[in-house]
Each structure stands twice: as structure tokens, then as C-alpha cells.
């Protein structure tokens, strides 16, 4: 019996590719992926163990702040490096200046490193091993004058020993000589995932922020003196601060880059399910569709005395292997995938090139995944294929049946009432894990939508979809319609396939829009006054000089200025409290047994409180500039320490204007703030607090005292107004990372992300709909053989191969155009639920748009993917021997 | 009618179609079988032919062969005025649509379709608006006008059959062939049929060629031709459907 699957299963070794294809590259993904993710992870380990190869023991403070850009603490005064090198087994001990708060002006006269990528790092230079980085040419910096640089990012910036560096710092852009170039590992070939600048001691302090003083200190051990012996002597001689080994601080800084990468590869791991989701919906059409033109066969099987138990045996055998095949060439396209990535974020990350070797667990998890999701697919083909009666071999077949079972409805509408049961608890979140529900929610939806909703509407929906060639009395449209229709179920899976694709990609368009939209609307309106923005690149730490908001008041036009800070702080008020309880008892700390033991002296010492994030303003004029609806209070009232609050969030807590409110910030500790007012809409949607801007340098940790952004208003005429522009763009030439964009072209720039976030994931999702568009051609390419008798009789009667090729091919598009419009229905349909539940906690934040342009090209693109998948199918159609086909019993 | 020579009296009539020396062989060399060894024949319009012959004789071929659907090695046919060898598949495929007409033994209807549309089919591939009255008296002379609207899964068999003769001449084509069109009926429904297609060589001055096996649909002809090892071996004339089982029966010995 198994031979006889075997034998099948060779005699159709296209048919085998072309299901397999969908499990390839599902697999595919999900094996680049895992592969990917150790390599990353592996070369973050190798990258922070290489750059702070000389770490035996590092000093710091206590006093800690989680931030969205990580952890700050204060620095260290010159004097703790003194107290250092007294402690015993300390061969050398120096204070290190790192910070991210200069960039490198590039070859092309812009600045190298904002945006997205590793971060410029501003270092002082240590004449010692302990500094991380080797010597490869020319000295170290001596003079304030001095700079050195890694190699990798010198020859990115055409920079040669000996050259002039240009360094964007906070408050002006300098020249350096470049004396020195730089490398990571033993031998100093490696590249940091950073770009380290090193300066002498002055500068380094100068240009980040904290002159005398150091962000932490590192230690190197004397000969067989071992890290915690080191560490703990330390801890002794400077009992206020805290004192970790070299490998905590090693794993530290890892585990923070770790999370991004495990991040990432979630995120594509979740496309790589998707992936394999949609494949299964086509490896069960393709078996459901063999099963049935075998149905003689079989009969003949059970008829001769093959028992119904070999029957599902011989199939699901055949199934597996089709798996172990797709498995293993997905492995070898998830190889190639992670060897190409590597080899593309090579450049940009420290990753070495070569072939991506998969690990063993990843061997494990494609053949299993594999064989388990095609097996599984199989499954109800094979049953049904061992139902198949003995006498069915002398009697007439039909090649499929069409009704829908009770049992199929029965199924279908579990799933459908699970499904929505399951999105609700999601999206309502009256559950933990909403993620998980809301996506198990669409996938039961979905299944429904195949199980018994499909079905139900493929025979109307193919008419109804074909009706405006139909209508001219198109005989290739009339065919093509009813052939989707005559196969309900098998029209419906192959939709199917699709429709989860098109349901993604509608749901993310509908949502992008919305969010567009919204922040478009809210922005604009929130600036009120405001006619000009100077801003600095999003992801730097610059800020915008200060020169702007000293000078611009005196350029023509120029009514209003002011500048906005930004920091971070933590709220110690009884709610805050309780938040940072609440949330320590729902994800505890698990600290790791490795660090208990590796922090000597003080642990982190910070208050308990609720994290937040702040912007500035400035007293004088920034409520009247712009407009943040209702305001209550005086914004203008005790400007040393003044904290402003969006009106649902002081009612939340209990705030009243006029209370005083317990904060911490790390560079200042404990502090009291006044809640001077509140408004009903911030700048922008998280803008829950504002600190005054003087309250903000206070409390700022170094290097963080900068004006993020600074509002102007000029007076109300275009010229005067582009005038004004030309001039602050003249005042800040010398950062050619800051902006001075009007108001349109801020709000513009304010949604550019979402763009981007919107074309990565319409990227990954193509994935899934190519699958598709597989399972539609092969699908087709069934129906074809299945249909060779009828093909022949039509072409005998006189339809041209033209004609023929064309009924295929629309008939593609009908599948196509149906499931893409099932997934429209399903995603507008779950975008809306999605957009309900989001402003049923936060009302205004997002209008729901329907991006019907975009709608209507997804439809139109849908059919023309559709006829694109037909290529083959139709015409392997057209290719077929008249005679032959009328012969074929 | 479109054939004004076809006046059903004259002895002398024109040719519909033909076959001048065809050959065919299937395989080489010593396994080759010589389906078609030197045919030549030729239709009269306006009259029903019957082919008939031992199975495996060439009958099928010889049909295939002069509908445009198969090519031969030697030899020539031609429909009409027009020889069929030198077409290329397009021309092929017109021509069948546009004037030849085909019953098969089985397998005849497309199941989408309803049988009115498969009746107008040829016509709605070819983007031709059929000629609905002539059309309505072809449905109306096979007794289907109530059955248009049905699938061809829910005829009988001879109904089916019925609709492919009436979707053979509803194109008004020059010619039809028919392959043991009778074959899978059961003999009233095969009567059926076969004073049917009487009826359009009588009434509507239509041209039939049909294979057989049965001597009775043989003697519906007004002529038969018999088939032996891919040769024409006799004729007989107004057959009877004795004289064609004396003249099988005399074939077998
Ligand atoms: N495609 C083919 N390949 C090889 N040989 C063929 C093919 N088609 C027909 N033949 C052979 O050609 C010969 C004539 O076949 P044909 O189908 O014309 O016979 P027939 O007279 O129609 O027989 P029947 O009465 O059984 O239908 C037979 O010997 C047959 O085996
Ligand atoms: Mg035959």
C-alpha cells in the first residue's frame, strides 16, 4: 500500500514542488529566522565581550532611571577613580567618559550615524589596556584637538590619519585632527556595533555634558586576582557606589541589545506562522483534489483488499514525505535567507559574513514543523479518501462532491462563535495575552470563512464577480465562473489561502490610515500658533542649539520663540507607587542567578515609582502658542519646579492644580514638583506630562539638558514666514542634522514613520500572499487535469486556445478576486473592532479612515496576481492534444 | 439553407466534404498500425452518410481526421472548398466552430452549462449572435424546449444526446459528424435520435456523417460505407438494415 502511495507521489514530482513550495517557504522563514537570531546573538555577545575585553570590575552609581533609551545614572566624580586604585588587586583603575552626544559629519556633508543604526559614542582615551578598542594606526588623542576614530567608520567617511574630522556636538559643530585609527578583538580587526570617538579627558567630558566628572570606572585586576575578589575589594573603598564584575557588565549590555534582536525575530517568526498557516489551507486543497481524482484508484485499492486504516496510512505517508522534502529545502532556503541578511547587515552590525550555519534545534523545528503541518493538513483528505466505497471502482464518480455537510456547518460555526469570542476577550482585553487572542481569534474567524462561509458564497460570489463580462454575452467569462462555482469548497480553500493575506494587509491599511490621519488632525490642530519648527534628527541625542532659541527672536517676522525640552522622570505619588507594585508583581525581576552575585557595594537604590517620559515648556508662552484644549491653572507659576498634566491623568491619580507631587529624577534624586495646570489635549498622543523647561535642566542627567525642539510664530504673511525660515536655516548651518521645516512639513514628518512600519509589514505579508498565489496555481493546475475531457469537447466545438487560456486565467482571477474581497469584509471588519477597542480606552486618539483608494488597488492588483498565477495552468489548458483529451476516459 | 445546389431531387449533387488517398499510421516501424491506408471518399451534401466497419478499423480516425480535429501523414481532406491540411490550429479551430458540427458517443454536453447554452455554444465562441429562430425551431423539432434551462446532469442520457445533435445544427454548419451517437442509447432513445437527424437531412437540407456499429441506425442512412483495416472496401446504397447485417455477417467470414 505504502509503495503504491510512493509510486504515486514520484509519477507527480511536479505536483510534489508545487504543493510543497508553500511549506518551503514557510519553513524557510522560520528557519532564517532562528538562524538569523543565534547569529546576532552570538556576535553581540562576541561584539560587547570584545569591546570591554579589559573590564575586571566596573564602578557606578546607584541611582538608576529605566528609559526607553535605556538606563541613566549619574556620573562619577574624578575623585571616586582615586578611591578606585587604592583598593588591593587593582593594577589600573580609570574614569570613562561614554555617551551618545556627538555625531560625525560624513563625506557627503551630513551627519553619519542619526537615524536608524549603531550610535556614535563619544569616549575619552585611556592609555591602557583596559580601553575598549586596540590601536591599529597612528597614537591616541594628546591634545584637546585630537581625536581617533574606528577604521571602518574613518573609511565610511573617507578619513585618513592625518585629515580633519568635523564632530557635530550640542552646542556647535568642531574640527578634530584624526590621529589615530581604531579596532576591536585581539587583533583589532573587528567592527564594533557602535562608532566610537575618543577624545582626551577634557573634551570627552565637555562634549558629553559632564565636565570632571566620568560615567563610570573601570578596573583591571593584577595577575590572579579574579573579577569578584577584584569587584568585592573595590566595593570596600567606595561603599556609596556600586560595583559590578567585567562579565555583568559584558552580559548587561548584551542582554539590552539581545531584547531588540529577540524582538525582531519574534516579529518575523510570527510572519513565518502566518506563512505556514496559509500553506496548510493549500496542501489540504491539493490533497482533497488528489484524493478525489484518485477516488477510482482507491476503489480499486479497497476493492482488491486493501483495508480502510492503509488507505489514511498510504496517504498521510505520502503527506510526511512531502513534508520531510519542503522541510529540508526550506532549511536550505532559510540557510541561504540568513547567509544574504548577514551578509547585507554586515556593514552595519558586527556580524561576520560566511554560510549561517542552522543550529541543531533548528534542524529539529523544520522538520518538525514540516511534517507535523503537512501531515496534519492531509489528515480529513485521507479520511475521506478511505471512505471511498469498494464499488466506486465499477460504478461512474463524481470527481467532487459540493454539498456541505452538517457536520461542516457544525464545525464552521464553533469556530466562527470561538473566533469572535476569542477577538472580543482580545480586543476588550479583559484577558492577559491579548495579542495571542486576538490573533487565535482571526485564525478561527478565517477558518470559518473557509469551513462554511466560503463554500457557501463561492457559487453566487463567482457569478456575481464574473456578471460584467457575462453581461456582454462573454462565453470564456460565463465558463470561467462556473467552473469556480461547480467546486465550492475547493474555490473557497484556495480563496482562502488569500483571503488571510489580504485580511492582514487590510487591517494594517485601515489602521495606518486611521493613525495617519489622527495624528495629522491632532497635530496640526495642537500647533495652533505655531508657524515654524526647528527640531534635530529623531533618534540623536543633539537636541537643537541652543543658539536658536538665544537668537531667533531677533530675525525678522519672528513674534514668538520657544524652545521645548525633554526628560525623563519618575513619579512617586501613592498611584505611581502602586503601578510600579503592580507591575513588579506581575513580571518579576528575574534576576539572574549570575548577577546576585556579581553586584558588590550598593544595589540600585532608586525609589519605587512609575517611569515617565516629559516634555518642556516654556512658561512665558508656550499654552498660548500652541493649543492644548481646556487649560486650568497657571502654567507660568513656580517655574523651578513646575509639572503640568493632561486632565484625565491628574483625575486619575488624584491630582488637584496646586498639590505638590514627589518625583525622582536619577541625576537629582527625590524632588517636589507643583502641578501648576492641566490641559485636555497634549502635542502629541502620549503627551501625558509637562515640566517646565527649567524644571527640566535642573533635574536633566548630563548630556541631556538640550531643547528638542523650538516653536516659532511669525507674523501672518508667507513671505515674511519663508524669509524667517531661510534664516534659522542659516543659523543652524553648521548642524546639518537640524531641521527647520513649516508647519506642513513638520505634521508631514510626524507620519513618515508610519509609512515605513506600514511598507516593512506589507513586505513581510507578501510572503503569505505569494503562498497563495502558489496554492491558486496549483489548485488550478488540478482542476485543468481534472477537466481534460471537457477542455478537449470545448476545443473540438471550436473554442481557440486564446479563448481557452483566458477562461483559465479568469477563473484565477474570480478565486483571487473573491478571496481578496472575503479578506476585505473580514479586515475592514476587524480593523474596525481593532479601532473600537483602542479608543474605547483612549477616545480621540483614532478616527477610523477607510483608505478606499488603496482598497480598491489591492482589489484590482488582486486579479491581475490572480491571472499571473494562471500563466501555467492555463496553458498547460491550451496545450492539450484535442484528441487525446477527448480519448482520456 | 445556404446550399442552393442541394435541391434533394438531383442524383448529381455536390460534395460536402472528402478524403482523397488519406493515410495514417500509429507508431513505426514493425508495430506500426496503419489506421488510415489510402481512404478516399467523399460526402454528398444534403445526404446522411454511414460509416461503418470492424472496431479498430479507422472509422474514428477517418472522422477525426476529416473534422479538422486530427492531421494525416498522406493524402488530403477537405470540407467544402477548402482542403484542411494546410490550416494552421486557428484556422482549425474556426472552421470546426464555424462550420463543421459534432455528436459524440458520450461526453457530449460542457456540465456548467445549462443546455440552452451548450445548444449556442459554437456561437458564443465564435462572439456570433445566433440565429434565434432558427435556434428556437432546432429546439422545438428535438423536444428540449422545456429542458433549456436544465444541467446536463439532470438529462437522460438520450436527452443529452438530443441537445448535442440540436447544438450541432443550431450553427447551421456545412457538415456534421457524428461518432457512434447512438451507441450508449437505449434503441428507442436511439430512434430517437436517428429520425431526428433524418428529419435535418430531409427537412433542412443538412449534411451527416456517422459512424456506427448497430445496422439498424445504419439504415437511417441513405447511404453506407464500409471500413476495413483503414480501406474502403464497399458501399451500399438506401440500405436496408438486413442487407447491412448480410453484408457484416459476410465481413466477418
Ligand atoms: N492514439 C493512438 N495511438 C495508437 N494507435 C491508435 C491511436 N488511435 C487509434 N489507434 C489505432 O488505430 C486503429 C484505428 O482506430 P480507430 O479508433 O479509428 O478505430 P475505430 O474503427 O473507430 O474502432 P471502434 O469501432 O472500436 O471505435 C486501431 O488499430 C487503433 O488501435
Ligand atoms: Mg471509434
Redesign the interface.
Known sequence: MLKVAFKDLMARKRRLITTGIAVILGIAFLTGTQVLGGVLNDSIDGLFGDIYSGYDAVVRSPEVQETDFGEFRPPLEAAVVEQVRTAEGVRAAYGVVEAATVSLVGADGKVTGSGFGPPTLVYNWIDDPIRPGVLTEGRGPEAPDELALDFKTAADAELEVGDTAEIVGQDETREFELVGLVGFGDEGTDIPGAKPVYFVDEVAQELAGAPGQYNYVAAGAEEGVTQEELASAVADVVPDQQVITGEEWIEQNADQLAQFVGILTTVVTVFGVIALVVASFIIYNTFSIIVAQRTKETALLRAIGAGRRQVVVATLAEAALVGVIASLLGLVGGTLLATAIKALIGSTFTVTGGIAWPTGSTLLLAFGVGIVVTSLSAVIPSIRASRVPPVAAMTEVAVDHTDLSIQRKVWGSLFLVAGIVCSALGLTSAVGNELVFVGVGLLCIMLSVAVILGPLLAGPASRALAWPLTARGSMTARLASENAARNPRRTAATAAALTIGVTLVVVIAVLATSIKSSVVEEVDGALGEVDLIVSAGQFSFLGVPPVVSEEAGQIDGITEVSPVKFGFLRLLDEYGIQQAKQDAASDPPDEDAASAGAIFGVGDDAPLGEDAIANGYEPSNFFDLVDLGDVVGDPQASPGAAIAARDEIAEERGWEVGDTIPVYFSATGEQDLTLVATYSDGLGPDDDFYLSNETLSTNAPPGFDIDFAVYIATEDDPGVRAAAQAELEQLTADRPDVVVQDRREFVESQTAFIDVFVAVIYGLLALAVIIALIGIANTLSLSVLERTREFGLLRAVGMSKRQLRWTVRTEAAIVAVFGTLLGMVVGIAFAVALAYAITADDPGLLQLRLPVVQLVVIMVLAALAGIFAAILPARRAARLDVLQAIATE | MSDPTGTGTTTQRAVAAGAIDARKDYGEGDSAVHALSGVSVSFERARFTAIMGPSGSGKSTLM?CL?G??RLDSGRVFIGETYLDSLD??KL??L???TIG?V?QA???????TAG?NIT??M????RKPDREWVDQVVRTVGLADRLEHRPSELSGGQQQRVAVA?ALSGSPEIIFADEPTGNLDSRSGAEILEFMRAAVDELEQTIVMVTHDPTAAAWADRVVFLVDGQIVDEIADPTAEAVLDYMKHLGD
Open positions: 477525426h473534422a480535429l486530427d490550429d486557428a479551430t474556426a470546426r466552430r464555424d459534432f459524440f461526453f457530449n454536453l460542457i456540465p456548467t452549462l447554452e455554444l459554437p458564443d465562441l465564435a462572439g447544438r
